[in-house]
Structure formats: C-alpha cells, structure tokens
C-alpha cells in the first residue's frame, strides 16, 4: 500500500499494493437486487445508501471510477437519468454544484422523486471557513493571576470553531447553544492578559477550565473537563444552566456563578442544512457518518414505510461498523508518538483533525484545484526537518494515476528532504479499480488504507 522513495525516484511511481482483505461491496456502476432505484451523488453516500437499502433499493454512483466526486462535473443530460429513479441523496454545497444544479432541476419539474439533502442537521457540527481554531497559547513567558483578564473572555463552539459570545464582568453576550439528547458539545475559550498574549489553559498547565451544574438547577447533562475544555453530553431532556471556572490546580480563581450560562438538552435541533462557508468534508468523520446514515435511513422508511424497520435495523447495524473506525481511530491517536503529519493534498481531513486531536498539516485549502507554491512546499520540508517525519502522506486522487503513482509534490518532498516514505490517505470521495476489485467500501477504504497510513505517519 506504500509508496517508496526508490520506486518513485527510478520509476516514476509503481502500482500501490493495497492488501488483501476483500469487501463486501459490488462495483458502484452494477444494479443490486432491488427492483428500485436511486442515485447518489459520490462513492461514500452512495456506499451508504447501499448499505442502508440492501436488496429493497439499488443505488447508482455516476462518478467514474477514479475520480473523485469534489469538483466533478457529469457529462450529457444526468439530471433525466436520475429523474427516472426514485430518489437523489446529495450533499446541498458548492463543492458538489453539479448536485445542486440537479436537485433544484429535480425539485422544480420531477415531483417523482425523493430529493435528500444528506447534510441537513449537521450544521452546529460543521467547520466554518470564516473562521479559526482557538489561536495557539504564548507559552514562551509567565502569567500571574493579577495579569490575567479573567472578567472578559470568549466562548467557542469547537465542533464549528465558531464563536458563540463571550463573558464580560458579570453577564453574558451570546451564550450556550442547545444541546441534542445523547449527544456532545465542547466548548473553549480564549482567555488572554492584559498585553493581548493568549493564556495556556489544560491538565498540564498552571490554569485549568471547568464547568459544573449551577445550583438548584437539573443534573440533565454529564460534564467532562479537560482543563483547556469542557464538553457537555446531554442525558435528559429539559433545561439547565451550568458555571464556567478558571482554576489553578485545586483553587478556584474565577467562575461565572454571578450568571450561569443555561441551555436546554433538545431531541433534535433543526437548521436549514449548510452554507456556503462551511467546509464539506463530514463524510470522513466516522461519528459525523452516523448521522448521515441514519437520516439515509429515515428518508427510505419515508418513501416505503413498509420495509421502514429494515432501513433501521440496515442503518444500526451499520452503525456499530462505523463505531468500531471511531473507536480504530482513537486507538491511533492515543498510541501516536506524533501529534503532526504532512499531508501532501487538499485539506480534507479538518473533522477528523479535531476529533482526535492531531493536525495533517497541508499546503493548501479545502479545493483540490488551489495551487501550490513554492512557499508553501518549503513550509511542508521545514515541518518535516523539525519533526524528524519520516512518512509523508498524499490523497491517491491528485495523481494523474489514482493507485498507481504518488501526486507531484510527493516526488518533489522526496527529492528535497530525507522522507523515505508515501502513504495513500483517501477522503473516501471515489475508488479506484484495484479498490473496486477487493469490494472497498466506505469502511474498507477507512481501515485497510488510512488507519494504517496514520500509524504509520503518526508513528503509532
């Protein structure tokens, strides 16, 4: 499954040798048994659907075999194939404008079919482009209780990395989002001195975050501190109202109990689906795919109620698959001797990132099609030398060659660093033939190609 030094510096790139551990999946271009039909508008929610449908539904991929479906465009009148099915799951963002072009199309003139759009209810998770991460701390200097700005600092959605207020003497502007039922929502802040510099907050620093119910209200959620984060799991429906604290080691030196922040623990949350300035890629987060899958799940009950508990049982079963990667994933993350690796594509991987707390460092943005400068290669070769990283990672799909050579910049990271090695990452936005021949579904290409390229970039 690797890609050498040798081999691509003498050959220009070899064929991948992917394993032999066979899926369960048939090509993405064959009908299953089901006497209905559907289209799906990518390899991993058509996969998905596959799945959820068995043999009641056959779904169709219209992306072609080594492509992958970010930034694809169909050829000839799609939207008339599809309109003779009985239902178009997509994902409703620009990065798939084809797919919006068509279910608008679809929901003008073909009442017929069933249009989902795969990304509704996924907004509060979703990474925002216009904003950032909590800003690194300025650990290099000392940070006295007196210098500290405890009465005015800002409160941060992680799962969106959006800004949700922020506290200021005694009240709050902004505040908690709700919170859905056996669900989780963590939450930082930017604490800073009175020279700006950002204060380092966690278990092993002189501050600590936490968080407990206010009095006198409902223990209906399960707070778990972190020390640079709280993170709250809804267990109950109803209201509450929680006090953030500022400790050093076991003293309390601030709290918010003049205003406890109060939330309520929901069923379900509705939005309205994305927006344009949201990154797309939700369908590589293993507990994010959960969600997808069982909203695939209601949509078929929706359109035939009479095979509705199958479409359930399909999605849990399923389910437990995709908590299995999660749990795969964390396993990497804990035994990783790096918390950093170069990955030598788009940035594709930001949800995953986040989850399990390790940065793929890459030289550009979510587009496939951004360019590359050569600022941004010697960024990529400085981070290799400071890390001593001897394995570089690349997206299968940015050669001209999906599974038989490594993307130019891998070649040119070889060239100029002393990396022996190229690992295969893939967002799991298409297959290749080799990829289709083991039967490599979403699952498939998940713990046979990326679990193992991380241990081995990460060095776990």
Not at 374 to 389: M, N, T
Request: proline share 5%.
């Amino acid at each position: 499954m690797n890609q050498t030094r040798r081999a691509v510096l003498k050959a220009g790139g070899g064929l991948a040798a992917l394993g032999s551990v066979a899926g369960c999946l048939s090509d993405p271009f064959q009908s299953g048994g089901g006497t209905r039909s559907g289209y799906a508008n990518f390899f991993a929610l058509w996969d998905w659907a596959e799945q959820i449908a068995g043999d009641e539904y056959s779904f169709e991929n219209p992306v072609e075999t080594g492509s992958m479906g970010h930034g694809w465009s169909p050829d000839g009148d799609l939207t008339r194939d599809i309109a003779s099915s009985d239902m178009f799951i997509y994902f409703d963002t620009p990065e798939f404008s084809w797919a919006q072009d068509v279910a608008e199309e679809l929901r003008a003139d073909y009442e017929n079919v069933h249009v989902v759009d795969a990304m509704q209810g996924l907004e509060s998770h979703l990474i925002s482009l216009d904003s950032g991460a909590l800003p690194e701390p300025d650990r290099d200097r000392e940070y006295p209780e007196e210098n500290l700005r405890l009465d005015e600092w800002d409160i941060i959605d992680l799962r969106s990395d959006q800004q949700l207020g922020y506290w200021h003497t005694d009240h709050w502007h902004g505040g908690l989002p709700d919170v859905e039922l056996d669900d989780s929502l963590p939450i930082g802040i930017v604490l800073e001195d009175n020279e700006d510099y950002v204060v380092p907050l966690g278990e092993n620093e002189e501050y600590q975050l936490e968080a407990r119910i206010a009095d006198g209200e409902d223990e209906i959620v399960d707070i778990e501190s972190h020390g640079d984060t709280v993170e709250f799991h809804g267990r109950e429906l109803g209201s509450t109202a929680v006090v953030f604290e500022i400790r050093r080691g076991d003293e309390l030196i601030y709290d918010t109990d003049d205003e406890p922040a109060s939330f309520e623990v929901v069923e379900v949350i509705e939005d309205d689906g994305a927006s344009d300035f949201h990154d797309p890629h939700v369908w590589v987060d293993p507990v994010l795919a959960q969600r997808v899958v069982g909203r695939i799940a209601d949509e078929l009950g929706e359109i035939d109620p009479e095979n509705a508990e199958t479409y359930q049982a399909n999605a849990e079963e399923y389910t437990e698959q995709l908590e299995q990667v999660h749990q795969e994933f964390e396993a990497v993350a804990e035994e990783a001797e790096l918390d950093i690796a170069v990955f030598a594509a788009h940035d594709s991987f930001q949800y995953v990132e986040r989850r399990y707390d390790f940065e793929l460092h890459t030289p550009t943005g979510i587009s496939p099609d951004d360019s590359v400068s050569p600022g941004d290669i010697g960024d990529l070769l400085e981070l290799i030398d400071e890390h001593d990283i001897d394995t570089v990672l690349y997206d299968p799909f940015e050669s001209a060659n999906p599974g038989e050579e490594v993307p130019q910049m891998v070649e040119t990271i070889f060239e100029n660093s002393d990396v022996e090695n190229a690992e295969p990452l893939t967002p799991a936005e298409g297959t290749t033939a080799e990829w289709n021949e083991q039967g490599y579904g979403w699952i498939e290409q998940m713990e046979e190609i990326n679990l193992p390229s991380l241990r081995a970039a990460l060095k776990a």
